[in-house]
């Protein structure tokens, strides 16, 4: 990269810590409803995966609902989110859980540079582990890339880091 060349990361990642608070205030909220009074309803974060478990799968959606909104409230994504399949619990109870994507997946990255491509603008995408890297000589062409991949509807939500 010459020194005159313009570069950005784009980026996927999740503050865990603020997946922590709503998980908590996820928690407090159903605790305290008339409807969940008595319920087996649970929520917990272990890592990068939120476990929710209800006595039924409307309850549990329930559940979901009230961590989508806090999740939102917190600047995360929704598409950070990744559902696992329903399963049955003890007690007669259901549990899922939910996988928190950070990084971009090879599959991803290589969807991200096609679009890059086709745009035909003078820039180079290279993919560097977990990131894509974008590199030109006009700042012009990388604010157009990232115009570009914010009206995409992509899988993962996106951010756009260390420009210079």
Do not use: W
């Amino acid at each position: 990269m010459a020194a005159k060349d313009a570069s950005f990361d784009i980026v996927s990642k999740v503050e865990l810590h603020e997946v922590t608070n709503a998980v908590i205030q996820t928690e407090k909220e159903f605790q305290n409803r008339f409807d969940f009074k008595g319920s087996k309803c649970s929520i917990e974060q272990k890592g990068e995966e939120v476990i929710i478990v209800g006595d039924d799968e409307y309850k549990l959606g329930a559940v979901l609902d009230i961590l989508e909104s806090k999740l939102f409230k917190r600047g995360i994504s929704l598409k950070s989110l990744s559902p696992g399949k329903l399963e049955p619990a003890a007690g007669g109870t259901v549990r899922q859980s939910f996988k928190i994507r950070t990084g971009i997946e090879q599959d991803q990255a290589k969807q991200i540079m096609k679009i890059i491509k086709d745009a035909k603008l003078k820039v180079q995408a290279s993919i560097q582990g977990d990131q894509v890297r974008v590199t030109g000589k006009s700042r012009d062409d990388l604010q157009q890339v990232i115009s570009l991949l914010k009206v995409e509807d992509l899988p993962i939500d996106l951010q756009f880091t260390n420009y210079r």
